[in-house]
């Protein structure tokens, strides 16, 4: 007489208490796949990471890296879009397509990245905030509507010019707050953008203003209204401890309080300590300097600037090798980019008003580029150097106007042997639209 078997039980029957024992020895990524297995393990996922006593472990920073350019050259012809678009992690050294919901990139430009959450702008001005990991998404009101109408004031700067794609206009976007969708401080959240023309010709003219929108303001998902800024040229901008930071191209900063019922600003700050710091290493350099880029970031509890140094233009072959124009055989394709050289880095002295120059980050690590720039401990960001600046490419423009390269400019600077070694090797000049720093965060 055989022996009977019961029916095998489903996975979805496992009771809750079991399933968040198994969550407590799974790592981010298994987490990640854990939800995506079915409704139920997705249900009892989500009540376990949003309940009090659940403590996230510390992550590196994950690259939001595009699709080769061949294929993105068969998507613009109309062919369909590839699955390649992915997640490096720098500490596994390891390219994650399975565990992100990343559909929505493929319809709109990435213009910021803020504590796990990507920031989408459309072609027909839509910005969507929206979170790869978890799928959650806020769908904020079209630039084109929202009170200033920020593309109206797009076209004033660019005298009366019309564009094709808005999304060359917006050069960042970061969130105001880092609990952006929970109960707690919800109205604090909303975003920030840097908006204006970037480019004109040979030259680089910027013209750029802020602006920001609060989700509370429910006029149709919010509206933008204009921050007023005493600068022409905005660089970089960032939001913590309800304050936000801007800085211009010339390293002035201004801060404004968001603590009251509306903006107030407390600081217009004018030190030129880093821009003519950096303009003593271009006339000094061999190199031919071709513009600086300055950011601001929060690192232990200091706010720091941060001068990114960039090359001319130079010639190098598939190999990535610099040679010279006429060197070597003719035939031998060479592509024409921009390389960064260095980095300078530069914390606020509050009482003198003043910047005072670093010589090191000590134990973090700085991640920077078209995300909300970070500063992390160096114990929580395994496979990543101490005392150093992790970068992506945050030429934006230059991806759009420059058809051999644009996109590529990343690697890590490290403050000890100033040297600018990479991280992510790619034969691939041409990265549209650029990798991104985005902080994993499925909740």
């Given at each position: 007489m055989g022996i009977k078997r019961k029916r095998d039980a489903a996975w979805s029957d496992l009771g809750t208490d079991i399933s968040e024992c198994i969550l407590r020895r799974l790592g981010f990524v298994d987490i990640l796949r854990f939800k995506r297995a079915c409704s139920w393990w997705f249900s009892v996922a989500e009540s376990y990471t949003s309940s009090s006593w659940y403590r996230p472990c510390f992550q590196t920073p994950w690259l939001l890296l595009p699709p080769p350019d061949h294929q993105e050259e068969k998507a613009d012809k109309g062919g369909e879009r590839s699955s390649s678009l992915c997640f490096f992690n720098l500490d596994e050294k390891k390219a994650y397509r399975d565990v992100c919901l990343c559909e929505e990139v493929y319809e709109g430009r990435c213009v910021g990245s803020s504590h796990g959450w990507l920031v989408l702008l459309d072609r027909t001005a839509n910005l969507i905030v929206f979170n790869p990991f978890s799928g959650a998404r806020i769908q904020l009101v079209s630039l084109k509507e929202g009170g200033l109408k920020l593309l109206d004031d797009v076209d004033a700067f660019a005298g009366g010019k019309k564009y094709k794609d808005c999304r060359a206009f917006v050069s960042k976007v970061v969130l105001m707050s880092d609990n952006i969708?929970?109960?707690?401080?919800?109205?604090?959240?909303?975003?920030?953008?840097?908006?204006?023309?970037?480019?004109?010709?040979?030259?680089?003219?910027?013209?750029?203003?802020?602006?920001?929108?609060?989700?509370?303001?429910?006029?149709?998902?919010?509206?933008?209204?204009?921050?007023?800024?005493?600068?022409?040229?905005?660089?970089?901008?960032?939001?913590?401890?309800?304050?936000?930071?801007?800085?211009?191209?010339?390293?002035?900063?201004?801060?404004?309080?968001?603590?009251?019922?509306?903006?107030?600003?407390?600081?217009?700050?004018?030190?030129?300590?880093?821009?003519?710091?950096?303009?003593?290493?271009?006339?000094?350099?061999?190199?031919?300097?071709?513009?600086?880029?300055?950011?601001?970031?929060?690192?232990?509890?200091?706010?720091?600037?941060?001068?990114?140094?960039?090359?001319?233009?130079?010639?190098?072959?598939?190999?990535?090798?610099?040679?010279?124009?006429?060197?070597?055989?003719?035939?031998?394709?060479?592509?024409?980019?921009?390389?960064?050289?260095?980095?300078?880095?530069?914390?606020?002295?509050?009482?003198?008003?003043?910047?005072?120059?670093?010589?090191?980050?000590?134990?973090?690590?700085?991640?920077?580029?078209?995300?909300?720039?970070?500063?992390?401990?160096?114990?929580?960001?395994?496979?990543?150097?101490?005392?150093?600046?992790?970068?992506?490419?945050?030429?934006?423009?230059?991806?759009?106007?420059?058809?051999?390269?644009?996109?590529?400019?990343?690697?890590?600077?490290?403050?000890?042997?100033?040297?600018?070694?990479?991280?992510?090797?790619?034969?691939?000049?041409?990265?549209?639209?650029?990798?991104?720093?985005?902080?994993?965060?499925?909740?």
């Open positions: 969708g929970k109960k707690k401080n919800k109205d604090k959240d909303g975003v920030v953008l840097i908006y204006g023309v970037q480019r004109e010709g040979r030259h680089r003219t910027k013209m750029n203003k802020l602006a920001f929108c609060m989700f509370k303001d429910k006029d149709k998902y919010g509206r933008f209204i204009h921050l007023n800024g005493s600068q022409e040229r905005y660089d970089d901008v960032i939001c913590y401890d309800d304050v936000i930071c801007a800085i211009s191209s010339y390293g002035f900063v201004e801060v404004w309080d968001f603590s009251g019922s509306s903006p107030t600003k407390v600081m217009d700050m004018r030190s030129s300590l880093p821009y003519l710091k950096a303009i003593e290493f271009a006339r000094s350099s061999r190199h031919v300097c071709s513009w600086f880029h300055f950011y601001l970031v929060e690192s232990c509890g200091e706010l720091l600037s941060v001068v990114r140094v960039i090359r001319d233009f130079v010639y190098v072959d598939v190999d990535g090798k610099s040679v010279r124009d006429r060197d070597g055989d003719n035939n031998k394709p060479k592509i024409r980019i921009y390389q960064t050289s260095m980095f300078y880095v530069f914390r606020l002295d509050l009482h003198q008003k003043e910047w005072v120059e670093m010589e090191s980050l000590g134990d973090q690590i700085v991640f920077l580029g078209g995300n909300q720039s970070i500063s992390l401990r160096a114990e929580d960001c395994p496979g990543c150097l101490n005392n150093s600046i992790y970068f992506t490419d945050s030429s934006w423009e230059e991806a759009d106007e420059n058809h051999s390269s644009g996109g590529h400019d990343m690697g890590y600077y490290n403050l000890g042997d100033r040297n600018v070694k990479p991280f992510y090797h790619s034969r691939c000049y041409k990265m549209k639209p650029p990798p991104i720093w985005v902080l994993p965060n499925p909740w």
